[in-house]
């Protein structure tokens, strides 16, 4: 059985736009700041409200937001 594609398939999507979920403004700051370690010269994201880049910021613990797939002890 042969497919037939009509061209009306091939067209680009047509459809409306959506408004954006939030319209809270993304908080920025200063650009052009420079981490705070006195050898290192990298220029930090003006969205890093940290005065360190990420090679010299502290390790900060962090938590895994997913459930497992399986359970984690076989039922028995």
């Known amino acids: 059985m042969a497919l037939r594609i009509h061209n009306e398939e091939l067209a680009p999507l047509r459809g409306s736009t959506v408004a954006p979920v939030s319209l809270k403004p993304v908080r920025a ?41 399986r359970p984690l002890h076989p039922a028995a």
């Not at 420079?34 to 390790?59: K, M």
């Open 29 to 69: 700051y200063l650009s052009g700041r420079v981490c705070e370690v006195a050898t290192c010269q990298t220029v930090l994201s003006q969205y890093n409200d940290g005065a360190r880049c990420w090679q010299h910021e502290s390790a900060k613990p962090f938590q895994i937001r997913v459930l497992p797939v």
